[in-house]
């Protein structure tokens, strides 16, 4: 179907932060799909015509939709746990709610909520976190191709360091793994991610068996965890007594690059930053899980000068909210207690091109490009009364940005699209 979506149009061709020139606008625009697909964006008036189908969402914002690279798909329930420090809130709440996934009719209906979600705050694509039960994976892969979304995911390889109803074996997590791969990646806009939970909970011999996955599928993502905070590197390195530093351990397995996304990555040594700068492997900024469980201030200024690239996630279910707005928010503030400042085009660049350049797939989603996936998000800057009320001073594109991100939620979701398909109301 070939249809014409109106609005104010805003999409990134470089990162604000280093250009001026970093995005195109047009106030009274237009974006033409085709079959899933962005086939022109311009003037409206340019490209109308009388045979056209039209969407009319003035006077909202037309962005692409947001993509959020890490999240944890079987903490749905989780979310809002009054927390201690990461381990204990770990052990005490998303470990046993995990282990409820092995159902496949729980696991399917907790995929169907979980989608309903991130579709209602905006977020268009995904690199989930599944539980170790490889019925979780099927039940979020197949709830995503219903919808024809483009989701990352996999089933979390864990051998040891918590209840055995969520553990695996090295060899079952490699079979489940490598079937589900031969399953999913690549079929429609699916993509698969190799995922070992973090050093704590994979022995040697299951890291040895998640690098030669990674080998056999050098086109899968890895995702995984690192320096979330004191007391888990700490644990880590008793583990791993021979490892350099943390980093040192994905390394010598093998998985290091830049389809590796490591959630977190804040309390870094300088060998690991010049390494992951090396391969080109992804730090993932997760601030509301880092606030909620006080686990550091990620140094987003620090990982950009040493040419690491960066993402920006919900990190649901240590993360507070769904939305890729409030995680803006909150990234904000922590960078400012770090003297550092993220400007809104800025922000709303890591959320969309920014996101989409760590997963290694700006060819497809996270731009209004001519021949990307017409994944959009429209945004109502004026959604509830407070917003309204600061609108009507605001003078300028990037206060208004900054209104949506430091005041919006759900609420200011005007609609959704995935492949150019309405998926709100």
Aim: aromatic share 8%; net charge negative.
């Amino acid at each position: 179907m070939r249809q014409l979506i109106r609005g104010r149009t805003l999409s990134f061709h470089a990162d604000p932060a280093e250009t001026g020139k970093a995005f195109t606008y047009h106030h009274d625009g237009a974006i033409i799909t085709r079959d899933g697909r962005i086939e022109a964006i311009g003037d409206y008036a340019t490209l109308r015509a009388p045979d056209l189908p039209e969407i009319d969402h003035r006077p909202h914002l037309i962005l692409p939709g947001f993509i959020d690279p890490h999240l944890h798909f079987p903490q749905v329930q989780v979310i809002a746990s009054w927390g201690a420090q990461l381990l204990d809130w770990l052990n005490t709440y998303t470990f046993p709610a995990e282990a409820r996934f092995a159902d496949p009719a729980h696991a399917a209906t907790m995929a169907d909520a979980f989608l309903r979600l991130l579709l209602s705050h905006g977020t268009t694509t995904a690199a989930a976190f599944c539980s170790s039960h490889p019925q979780s994976a099927d039940a979020l892969f197949t709830a995503a191709r219903a919808r024809n979304m483009a989701m990352i995911a996999g089933k979390v390889m864990m051998d040891r360091n918590a209840p055995d109803a969520v553990l695996d074996t090295p060899q079952q997590g490699y079979d489940d793994s490598k079937r589900l791969i031969e399953t999913w990646h690549g079929h429609g806009r699916q993509r698969y991610a190799i995922t070992p939970r973090f050093a704590i909970t994979s022995t040697p011999e299951q890291l040895a068996m998640t690098g030669q996955l990674a080998r056999e599928h050098p086109d899968c993502h890895i995702q995984t965890h690192l320096s979330e905070n004191h007391a888990e590197i700490e644990l880590t390195l008793s583990l791993y007594p021979k490892a350099r530093d943390y980093l040192d351990i994905y390394e010598t397995h093998g998985l290091l690059g830049p389809k590796l996304l490591l959630g977190h990555s804040i309390h870094l040594k300088p060998r690991e930053i010049a390494r992951m700068a090396e391969t080109g492997s992804r730090a993932i900024f997760c601030p509301t899980s880092n606030l909620f469980l006080g686990s550091g201030l990620f140094d987003e200024a620090g990982l950009r000068a040493a040419g690491i690239t960066t993402g920006i996630a919900t990190d649901i279910g240590g993360g507070t909210s769904y939305s890729m707005l409030q995680t803006l928010n909150e990234g904000y503030k922590i960078l400012q207690l770090r003297g550092q400042k993220l400007h809104p085009l800025a922000a709303f660049h890591w959320a969309t091109r920014g996101n989409a350049l760590a997963l290694g797939m700006a060819d497809r989603i996270g731009t209004l490009d001519p021949g990307t996936d017409a994944d959009l998000v429209v945004l109502n800057s004026r959604a509830t009364p407070a917003m309204a009320l600061r609108m009507e001073t605001v003078e300028t594109l990037a206060e208004e940005l900054f209104v949506l991100q430091i005041l919006g939620d759900d609420r200011a979701i005007a609609q959704t699209y995935v492949a150019g398909k309405p998926m709100l109301g």
